[in-house]
């Protein structure tokens, strides 16, 4: 796939009969709706199976008082992803390409093989979303999930990053049915309101948990990985990294405005409306999904399990892809959706590694066998978010790298603040969440 300037260098050349102000005003529309993409999949695909679980038990169990949260991971959200953007754009090169070059390839493999497992649970979590929400609708697992593995492949062995990009930005569209079942419920917003500006916050294991948990779903590994590679592939040079960034600001926004209302919804129909005032159980969003049913009814319920579908497809496209891109990067071997099969076998390799050994492990595996492995690869990401965000500071700060585009003082202060929270918490949510620690 050529780098975008290239492909703007026609459009910026075209005269109309109207003149030069109308051909700028169509070359910058183009230009815009050319560059688009990898701030807005990335930022859907945060709101994975995993992350419609977490925000749904928080928002059952916790009510409005996590909202509050939302706020600074937001803020946290934007100042990473930012600096990953900007990273693709002036090295023209994915994160384990730079790790290696910069850190040697000890560093490279470290990380690539903790990658590999870590995400493969999560594409585990992905697959088992995707079989839970069909199972609402009457879908048996065993049909499920080899449609989603088969639909998934052909997807990313279709060999145009393009059209790769344009299904991943519709499936996008699913999120909006969050939105309308948040007002389906009819959530008390005044009280929403005030327990963002005076939240009551509980210092016990449970509430820090999810605290915890909460940020390690609002920003995850893979999600660095996919999108500075996606900006090295698509070829967003300087020139279009004006648009990058306010499409990865605008994407971070919506992904936590998402999520905010993954909570309101649950809060209102589930710990308000069935619990009154109380937590309703419940342990993936699925479950959610079929509580809401007889206090908001049929279509609510509908609507939420159709979200929930979406994030677990597209999420099961966007982490294989961010898995091969990082191994591949780490190891010298060619990579990109735009390659064939035959020009890059190993990073397809990789692609369907990651997603029929999921698909077979959640066929045949029983849940509870299944689970203990799920949580022990998400620990993993915990410890591996800290470890890319050094690398990611330490290489936005590169002059040789970054030339120019090195960090500025806010978005150090910014970064190294949340590597610092992420160092400290990812530890502490381990420890916690196995008993070891008592708050």
Not at 101 to 113: K, P, Y
Not at 299 to 306: D, K, N, P
Request: charged share 10%; net charge neutral.
């Amino acid at each position: 796939m050529e780098p975008l300037h290239k492909q703007n260098t026609q459009l910026m050349k075209e005269r109309t009969s109207n003149g030069p102000l109308k051909r700028s005003l169509l070359s910058r529309i183009a230009r815009i709706f050319l560059v688009i993409g990898p701030g807005i999949i990335v930022s859907n695909a945060d709101n994975d199976a995993g992350g419609v679980t977490t925000a749904s038990i928080a928002g059952a169990t916790y009510g409005y008082s996590l909202l509050w949260v939302l706020i600074l991971l937001t803020i946290m959200l934007v100042v990473v992803q930012e600096i990953v953007a900007r990273i693709g754009a002036y090295s023209g090169k994915g994160l384990l390409d730079l790790v290696r070059e910069r850190f040697g390839v000890r560093w490279a493999t470290f990380v690539s093989l903790v990658i590999f497992v870590a995400n493969g649970g999560t594409v585990l979590v992905e697959v088992a979303g995707v079989s839970a929400a069909l199972l609402i609708f009457g879908v048996p697992r065993f049909v499920s999930v080899p449609i989603a593995i088969v639909l998934t492949l052909a997807l990313l062995y279709r060999g145009s990053y393009r059209f790769v990009e344009r299904i991943l930005l519709l499936l996008g569209l699913v999120f909006i049915s969050y939105l309308i079942t948040a007002f389906v419920v009819r959530p008390n917003w005044l009280e929403m309101g005030m327990n963002i500006i005076h939240p009551s916050i509980a210092i016990n294991n449970g509430y820090i948990l999810f605290v915890i948990a909460l940020a390690g779903t609002t920003v995850t590994p893979y999600m660095q990985l996919y999108l500075q590679s996606s900006v090295a592939e698509k070829g967003i040079t300087l020139r279009e990294y004006t648009i990058t960034r306010g499409e990865v600001i605008a994407g971070s926004i919506w992904s936590d405005i998402v999520e905010g209302f993954i909570i309101i919804t649950c809060a209102a129909g589930l710990y308000y409306g069935l619990g009154h005032g109380h937590p309703v159980p419940i342990n993936d969003a699925s479950q959610a999904a079929r509580a809401l049913m007889p206090l908001a009814g049929k279509y609510a319920s509908v609507l939420f399990a159709i979200g929930f579908l979406g994030a677990a497809l597209l999420a099961l496209s966007v982490v294989p892809i961010s898995t091969a891109y990082g191994i591949c990067e780490a190891f010298g071997f060619e990579n990109g959706i735009d390659k064939s099969p035959l020009e890059a076998p190993f990073f397809f390799g990789l692609l369907a590694v990651n997603v029929i050994v999921a698909g077979i492990l959640v066929l045949f595996v029983p849940d509870r066998q299944l689970f203990p492995v799920i949580v022990d690869t998400q620990a993993l990401e915990g410890i591996l978010l800290p470890i890319i965000m050094i690398f990611l500071m330490l290489i936005a700060n590169d002059s040789h790298i970054m030339s120019k585009g090195k960090n500025g003082k806010l978005a150090n202060i910014m970064g190294w603040l949340f590597t610092a929270a992420m160092v400290i918490l990812s530890p502490l949510a381990m420890l916690t969440s196995l008993g070891i620690l008592q708050i």
